[in-house]
């Protein structure tokens, strides 16, 4: 089995939970399926392993990247995992940028123009958290080379990253993960 694979298996087993109401989704939408990155991924075995099928992921596609990072809090234990296993930096990306001491938007490593950025969330529905990721990053004048979710709900998400001519790469989708696609409509 390989690693993306067992990956879909961890989230399935460990993530999913089929619900007895839809409940509403950070996108607005309504759905009665509800994936928990984070949860799936508390052991750091499951971690561990989804930060190298991510690697992995990126490598085969031909990405190098110097750091890695997205929205807080979807991106913060694989900002730091990823980090871990390809020997980069992480960082995170504030909601809102801090209102006292330094008024940083971007926690963690201080990125820039020569860095080269992989994006990252854990679970994607439209793709709007990782936009707005986006933005903070660009203005630092780092490259986003390519986006990466443990999880895509929908058919949203990578439409908007094509517009932007970022390579995107869910590592499970609905299809894998045997629900319904999150629709708005």
Do not use: N
Not at 155 to 168: F, K, N, Q, V
């Amino acid at each position: 089995m390989t690693l993306q694979a067992d990956l879909v298996d961890i989230l399935i087993e460990k993530g999913l939970r089929r619900l007895p109401e839809p409940i509403e989704l950070a996108s607005g939408a309504l759905s009665s399926h509800f994936v928990d990155g984070k949860e799936a991924l508390a052991a750091w075995k499951d971690l561990r392993l989804a930060c190298e099928a991510i690697v992995e992921r990126v490598a085969d596609a031909g990405h190098r990247f110097d750091a890695v990072g997205g929205l807080t809090l979807g991106a913060d234990a694989l900002s730091v995992g990823i980090a871990a296993v390809s020997d980069t930096k992480w960082f995170v990306v504030r909601k809102e940028a801090k209102e006292r001491g330094t008024r940083r938007s971007i926690e963690g490593a201080r990125i820039g123009p020569d860095d080269r950025v992989l994006l990252v969330d854990d679970v994607v529905t439209t793709g709007g958290s990782m936009l707005k990721a986006l933005d903070a990053i660009q203005q630092t004048g780092a490259e986003i080379v390519a986006a990466v979710t443990l999880v895509d709900r929908g058919d949203s998400a990578r439409p908007r990253l094509d517009s932007l001519g970022i390579a995107y790469y869910p590592m499970a989708t609905y299809e894998s993960l045997g629900i319904e696609p999150v629709v708005f409509g």
